[in-house]
């Protein structure tokens, strides 16, 4: 083989690396966008008490159940006023691709 054809054969090769790596990364991040929709509720808490594994929880599992939704996350924000129960939810969404 002259050297010519093995830089081209290498640059070749190089080119259709970066082209499928490309061609990955985006039907990755379609498909994982097309997959999840993130979604963050925060209700105030009706008396004061904030306790995620308590009543907070409780509303946060009611309402994934009640939308088909996942609950990834329940905080209680304390930092506001009225101290209000968060629950982040995963819900699947059709996919687009």
């Known amino acids: 083989m002259s050297s010519s054809l093995v830089k ?5 090769q190089a080119v259709c690396a970066a082209a499928l790596c490309i061609v990955l990364v985006i039907m990755s991040s379609t498909a994982i966008s ?8 925060c209700d105030p ?3 004061g008490v904030c306790d ?3 009543a907070c929880g409780r509303e946060c599992q009611a309402k994934a ?6 609950v990834t996350k329940i905080t209680c924000e304390r ?4 101290v209000e129960c968060c629950c982040t939810f995963v819900a699947r969404v059709a996919s687009h691709v």
């Open 34 to 41: 097309a997959i999840q929709e993130i979604e963050t509720l």
């Open 52 to 54: 995620e594994l308590g």
């Open 8 to 12: 081209t054969n290498n640059a070749t």
């Open 65 to 70: 159940a009640k939308h088909k939704q996942s």
């Open 79 to 82: 930092n506001v006023n009225p």
């Open 45 to 47: 808490v009706t008396n």
